[in-house]
């Protein structure tokens, strides 16, 4: 088998996978439409058959698998997308496999690879994170012979994912002029990448990936696939320390960009996506969308393409989703304020410091050993970014001690 993925496999890919997988709406978003001032179109990959595109690389290469390949079975690991497809692919083709998936994984995605292989599949907890699960599975794989089915880094699994570049193309009408693809270990956007750059070459081809699992812009600026030192695993479904060998290159050749997005801006789009579009999107599928807006402005008499990856998102997650957001665009901000210890503090912080349409949404107040004084934790949203400056002004011009704590400060951890 070439380590060299090349656009043939992926119509091969394609034929495997036709009577299997769903050919996803590719649709016009208005909204995204008008910010960037030209139409955006959305490749649907949330209402694949196990809600994201991860399937199509997991099926085509584990339908590739010899007989005796078979017999002795596979192994994965994942955050919860790619063990779905594993899943998915074992109860389809009557093949017994394990899905190894850190803690992190949602609920959601750990009942849905369940119900997904049955008793086919058997689910295994290690580690906090992806690269942790990936090297627990790869001693599985060693220890028993199962064969890895590798989310990302096997020339199968990029076919299978880089189908998603065939289907928009046929769909679409006209050559793109941008696509923006989702990146954690790189298999989607390589895949797609290598059929683009073959069937339609002016084509700008954009990757997101998260600000804090930047995984493929570390690689590209080291010149090689790096582990990272830390690990944002929010964006759960890109949270990946170490790009792949085989995507890597593939990359580095053939994608114009890597943009790099915040973890609060994806929230801010996932929350934009339900709220103005009705999609349920996980926080992976957002970002894509959430790239497209540093396009802005775009002209162009020809279409941006966004994929939006995946749609398994565990509602437990949209309090914090929410938070993120109204972090990320300024509406919410926290502060350790220094209260006297006398009747009527808090009343006149209420009365002189807060102005209109301006909310405490959090308030802990914890008396200290010392009687003059208690520090409090206090949150406050305001009704319009712009509204900060005026409210700083107010709690420097006051008698309390007022520390501001910055989203990027150790402290935010515990508010978030």
Same mark, same amino acid.
């Given at each position: *088998?070439?380590?060299? !993925?090349?656009?043939? *496999?992926?119509?091969?890919?394609?034929?495997?996978?036709? @009577? =299997? =997988?769903?050919?996803?709406?590719? #649709? @016009?978003? #208005?909204? /995204?439409?008008? /910010? /960037?001032?030209?139409?955006? !179109? !959305?490749?649907? #990959?949330?209402?694949? =058959?196990?809600r994201s595109y991860k399937v199509r690389g997991a099926f085509n290469l584990i339908a590739s698998l010899t007989q005796e390949e078979r017999r002795r079975g596979v192994v994965c690991a994942s955050a919860g997308n790619h063990?779905? &497809? =594993?899943?998915?692919?074992?109860?389809?083709? &009557?093949?017994?496999?394990?899905?190894?998936?850190?803690?992190?994984? @949602?609920?959601?995605?750990? #009942?849905?690879?369940?119900? /997904?292989?049955?008793d086919r599949v058997e689910i295994v907890v290690r580690g906090g994170t992806y690269d942790e699960a990936s090297s627990a599975a790869h001693t599985d794989s060693e220890h028993t012979g199962a064969i890895y089915v590798h989310p990302f880094d096997d020339v199968r699994t990029m076919a299978g994912q880089g189908t998603v570049g065939l289907e928009l193309l046929e769909q679409c009408g006209q050559a793109p002029h941008t696509v923006v693809v989702p990146v954690g270990g790189g298999g989607l956007i390589s895949g797609m990448a290598v059929w683009l750059r073959e069937h339609s070459p002016a084509t700008r081809i954009v990757g997101a990936e998260p600000a804090g699992a930047a995984g493929m812009r570390a690689a590209l600026d080291e010149g090689g696939p790096i582990a990272l030192p830390e690990l944002d695993t929010f964006v759960d479904g890109a949270a990946v320390g170490r790009v792949g060998s085989l995507t890597f290159p593939l990359v580095k050749e053939l994608v114009d960009e890597i943009v790099t997005v915040d973890e609060g801006a994806v929230c801010t789009e996932m929350l934009d996506l339900y709220q103005n579009d009705g999609i349920i999107a996980e926080p992976a599928g957002a970002l894509a969308g959430a790239a497209a807006r540093e396009l802005l402005p775009y002209a162009s008499g020809q279409p941006v393409v966004c994929v939006v990856s995946g749609g398994n998102n565990d509602v437990s997650r949209y309090n914090e989703v929410l938070e993120r957001s109204l972090v990320s665009i300024g509406l919410r901000h926290y502060f350790l304020v220094t209260f006297p210890q006398r009747p009527g503090a808090l009343r006149h912080f209420l009365d002189e410091v807060l102005g209109e349409g301006e909310d405490i949404i959090a308030f802990e107040y914890i008396k200290k050993n010392n009687r003059d004084t208690g520090p409090a934790l206090v949150g406050i949203e305001l009704e319009q970014a712009g509204d900060l400056d005026s409210l700083l002004s107010r709690l420097k011009a006051g008698p309390l001690t007022v520390e501001r704590i910055p989203p990027g400060s150790p402290l935010f951890t515990f508010i978030l």
């Open positions: *088998m070439s380590d060299r !993925l090349t656009a043939a *496999m992926i119509s091969q890919a394609a034929e495997r996978l036709r @009577p =299997v =997988v769903r050919r996803t709406a590719l #649709e @016009p978003n #208005e909204r /995204l439409s008008g /910010l /960037l001032g030209g139409q955006v !179109l !959305l490749k649907r #990959e949330d209402a694949q =058959v196990c063990g779905q &497809g =594993v899943a998915f692919a074992c109860a389809r083709l &009557g093949i017994s496999g394990r899905v190894y998936v850190p803690s992190t994984t @949602p609920r959601q995605k750990r #009942e849905r690879i369940a119900a /997904l292989g049955g």
